[in-house]
């Protein structure tokens, strides 16, 4: 006899609670700006933001107040938005496949994001003059195009259900791979600076790539806030769900494809930087609930947090700058391996 699926939880997100975690993501900013590894102080770094705020007389020197508007307040915002990009996401794959050890990366993303950026590192590594780099280019291209191309392997099997498209995001991965580990090998030069871009991390970031990365992270964080709903509507089952008029296929390819882009965009400024999928949507469903209307709004904010707070380490806990991967990995691995033993029995 088959056993009832029991009913998500249909909670509400509270506006106390998103007050708290946007205090919470506020005070994590202004810390990751004012305290840094430089000589700056933290007393005179508020001071600086104070008088850009009040119009008042700022007491560092041009030099100091383009280290903290030039390299720290561009850094510490990317490094919220690329942890909101990829919570969101991961809380959206894993509403989609209803497994809670589904990633952004699970389609192909990471691999494509790899294997085009490798390309570009080989045979375009002194492209020069362009208004944006032809490595985030790339990489953004190829995020979308492994997962473009799981999707289309996936169709082409005959399968309409997750588990079809979890193999064939398998095999495109697998294939995409070994692309890159043959291109990377025309060119041993590079096999240093594609390993490091592979760690992930921020050190190098701009304002021109938070704009590059912003305009799509917003329009996927959209859709699936608004999309919110139907992610608990499809852990009823996809019966259940069709009898709600909910049509379980489009929902799957819009969720996907929001979650994609936003994986995209962040792969494209930050390399790949895993584990902030998985941890922060199973943090925020242990304190919040597992309705994915509280998962998803709250999983955006606290991914913007996790990613800062592990930046913060990168780049202050040693005196040479960590890859930021490193420290996600730290942080996510035991966590994983927590989540795993958890769910066991659980698991599709």
Do not use: C
């Amino acid at each position: 006899m088959l056993k009832a699926r029991s009913r998500p939880a249909t909670t509400r997100l509270r506006p106390r609670t998103v007050l708290l975690a946007l205090l919470a993501l506020l005070f994590t900013v202004v810390f990751a700006v004012v305290v840094g590894a430089g000589e700056l102080g933290w007393q005179r770094v508020l001071a600086e933001i104070a008088a850009q705020v009040s119009g008042g007389v700022s007491p560092l020197s041009e030099r100091e107040a383009a280290i903290v508007w030039q390299l720290r307040v561009p850094r510490v915002l990317l490094a919220g938005l690329v942890g909101a990009a990829l919570a969101g996401a991961g809380a959206a794959f894993q509403g989609v496949f209803r497994n809670p050890l589904a990633d952004p990366y699970l389609l192909g993303a990471a691999a494509g994001a790899g294997m085009a950026a490798t390309v570009v590192m080989v045979f375009a590594p002194a492209v020069t003059g362009w208004l944006i780099g032809p490595l985030p280019l790339a990489a953004f291209a190829g995020a979308l195009a492994g997962v473009g191309l799981s999707w289309a392997v996936g169709r082409s099997a005959g399968g309409s259900g997750t588990a079809t498209l979890l193999l064939a995001g398998v095999a495109v991965t697998a294939f995409l791979t070994a692309i890159q580990t043959f291109v990377q090998q025309l060119n041993t030069d590079t096999i240093k600076q594609v390993y490091t871009w592979t760690m992930g991390g921020l050190n190098v970031s701009s304002w021109r790539d938070l704009l590059l990365a912003l305009p799509y992270v917003v329009l996927a964080a959209v859709v699936l806030l608004a999309s919110a709903r139907l992610l608990d509507v499809l852990a009823l089952g996809d019966a259940e769900a069709a009898s709600l008029g909910v049509r379980p296929g489009r929902v799957r390819l819009l969720l996907l494809a929001a979650a994609s882009l936003a994986t995209a965009a962040a792969v494209a400024v930050s390399g790949l930087i895993g584990f902030v999928g998985i941890v922060v949507p199973h943090i925020v469903r242990l304190l919040a609930g597992s309705s994915y209307r509280v998962i998803v709004p709250l999983a955006l904010i606290g991914g913007a947090v996790f990613l800062i707070l592990a930046d913060h380490v990168a780049r202050t806990v040693l005196p040479g700058e960590l890859p930021l991967g490193v420290v996600t990995a730290f942080a996510g691995a035991p966590f994983f391996a927590i989540v795993l033993r958890t769910s066991r029995g659980r698991l599709p």
